[in-house]
């Protein structure tokens, strides 16, 4: 009996934590909902979100279902969205590069997705053009990366690390420099508030084109977690259990490029959610990684809803996202590692 309860016991504490964090997810996505200008009970939110589900007209009346439906449903979606991407991506990157400091734009992403936006605002294109310049530049930031670092040290990961950084550093300087030519009046804040970060412009559309991309990248970083458990150990013992070490990795930086990419594109520049919430995850779950990118996942998207509610409900004003996450994650993150020093060490 006893053998028997050890396995459900194991499992217990790995469904346990997950159930618990859905279970939240679903409570904060209703609370973060009921939140604005226009009072919504839960009662009547979920009863438009069920008439939607079953194709029925609902009892609330046509403004409170477009209130629901079209402005704030799309809003905790694309928090839920930015908020996973983010984390998993930099759950990912602290795994692959055995480094607890990494985050989701160590190799120069969110560099080159600033980058892209702002050279298509001062090109005065279109919304969707800025998402899609976004997108490009973060991938044309990592592959530059990636490819630096074959050409000058064959897959190295300190190098790849390097050339991360040494990408970040341009394509920010890139970016300062449109912003001296730009225009002061229109186009320089238009770049400058979206740098800061923020879903006020979240809507339906952008969630139909970025969904299949973030989700994308993040369901192949869970199909490779069992392979990345084993990468975490050192390339040696990867290999020595059959792990083609340099395709797993390139394929792992390739969906985590690919997630933190379309959050970027579609939120702006948010710091310290790929790099806290994988800490935060590591003390529920433990440093496994089978169960840490799940943990991480939800945590994330939690974590980024609340923090987005902080935004648009603390001042008459909304707070860039981006503002509030360094602001609360950085004393975080202090508590963090005052308490996880030694795993560190």
Same mark, same amino acid.
């Given at each position: @009996? /006893?053998?028997?309860?050890?396995?459900?016991?194991?499992?217990?504490?790995?469904?346990?934590? @997950?159930?618990?964090?859905? *279970?939240?997810?679903?409570?904060?996505?209703?609370?973060?909902?009921?939140?604005?200008?226009?009072?919504? =009970?839960?009662?009547?939110?979920?009863?438009?979100?069920?008439?939607?589900?079953?194709d029925?007209? =609902?009892? /609330?009346?046509?403004?409170?279902?477009?209130?629901?439906?079209?402005?704030?449903?799309?809003?905790?979606?694309?928090?839920?969205?930015?908020?996973?991407?983010?984390?998993?991506?930099?759950?990912?990157? /602290?795994?692959?590069?055995?480094?607890?400091?990494?985050?989701?734009?160590?190799?120069?992403?969110?560099?080159?997705?600033?980058?892209?936006?702002?050279?298509? @605002?001062? *090109?005065?294109?279109?919304?969707?053009?800025? /998402?899609?310049?976004?997108?490009?530049g973060?991938?044309?930031?990592?592959?530059?990366?990636?490819?630096?670092?074959?050409?000058?040290?064959?897959?190295?990961?300190?190098? #790849?690390?390097?050339?991360?950084?040494?990408? =970040?550093?341009?394509?920010?300087?890139?970016?300062?420099?449109?912003?001296?030519?730009?225009?002061? *009046?229109?186009?320089?804040?238009?770049?400058?508030?979206?740098?800061?970060?923020?879903l006020?412009?979240?809507?339906?559309?952008?969630?139909?084109?970025?969904?299949?991309?973030? #989700?994308?990248?993040?369901?192949?970083?869970?199909?490779?977690?069992?392979?990345?458990?084993?990468?975490?150990?050192?390339?040696? !013992?990867?290999?020595?259990?059959?792990?083609?070490?340099?395709?797993?990795?390139l394929?792992?930086?390739?969906?985590?490029?690919?997630?933190?990419?379309t959050?970027?594109?579609?939120?702006?520049?948010?710091?310290?959610?790929?790099?806290?919430?994988?800490?935060?995850a590591?003390?529920?779950?433990?440093?496994?990684? *089978?169960?840490? #990118?799940?943990?991480?996942?939800?945590?994330?998207?939690?974590?980024?809803?609340?923090?987005?509610?902080?935004?648009?409900?603390?001042?008459?004003? !909304?707070?860039?996202?981006?503002?509030?996450?360094?602001?609360?994650?950085?004393?975080?993150?202090?508590?963090? #590692?005052?308490r996880?020093?030694?795993?560190?060490?």
């Open positions: @009996m /006893q053998e028997n309860a050890v396995p459900w016991a194991r499992r217990f504490h790995r469904i346990g934590p @997950m159930a618990a964090l859905m *279970l939240g997810l679903a409570i904060i996505a209703i609370f973060s909902m009921k939140l604005g200008h226009y009072p919504l =009970s839960s009662a009547a939110i979920l009863d438009v979100l069920w008439s939607a589900l079953t029925h007209a =609902s009892a /609330q009346g046509a403004e409170v279902d477009n209130v629901v439906l079209a402005v704030r449903l799309p809003r905790v979606f694309s928090a839920m969205l930015v908020g996973a991407g983010l984390a998993s991506a930099g759950a990912a990157f /602290q795994t692959l590069f055995r480094n607890p400091l990494a985050s989701p734009a160590i190799l120069g992403v969110s560099a080159g997705a600033g980058f892209g936006a702002a050279l298509a @605002m001062l *090109l005065s294109a279109g919304e969707l053009a800025i /998402q899609g310049a976004a997108f490009a973060g991938i044309v930031a990592v592959s530059a990366a990636v490819f630096i670092a074959s050409r000058l040290g064959r897959g190295s990961v300190l190098l #790849l690390v390097l050339a991360g950084l040494v990408v =970040s550093a341009l394509f920010q300087a890139l970016t300062s420099g449109l912003k001296f030519v730009a225009d002061p *009046l229109n186009t320089l804040p238009a770049i400058v508030f979206w740098l800061l970060g923020g006020g412009q979240a809507s339906t559309r952008d969630l139909i084109w970025a969904s299949p991309f973030a #989700l994308g990248g993040i369901a192949i970083l869970f199909l490779l977690r069992w392979p990345t458990q084993v990468l975490e150990a050192g390339d040696d !013992e990867a290999r020595t259990l059959g792990i083609a070490v340099r395709p797993l990795r394929v792992l930086i390739a969906a985590a490029t690919l997630t933190t990419a959050t970027v594109s579609i939120a702006g520049t948010i710091g310290w959610v790929g790099l806290l919430v994988p800490h935060l590591r003390l529920l779950v433990g440093p496994s990684y *089978l169960v840490l #990118l799940p943990a991480s996942t939800l945590l994330g998207a939690g974590y980024l809803l609340l923090v987005d509610d902080l935004c648009r409900s603390a001042f008459t004003s !909304e707070i860039p996202l981006g503002i509030a996450t360094a602001v609360l994650g950085a004393p975080v993150f202090i508590a963090v #590692l005052a996880a020093r030694r795993q560190w060490s």
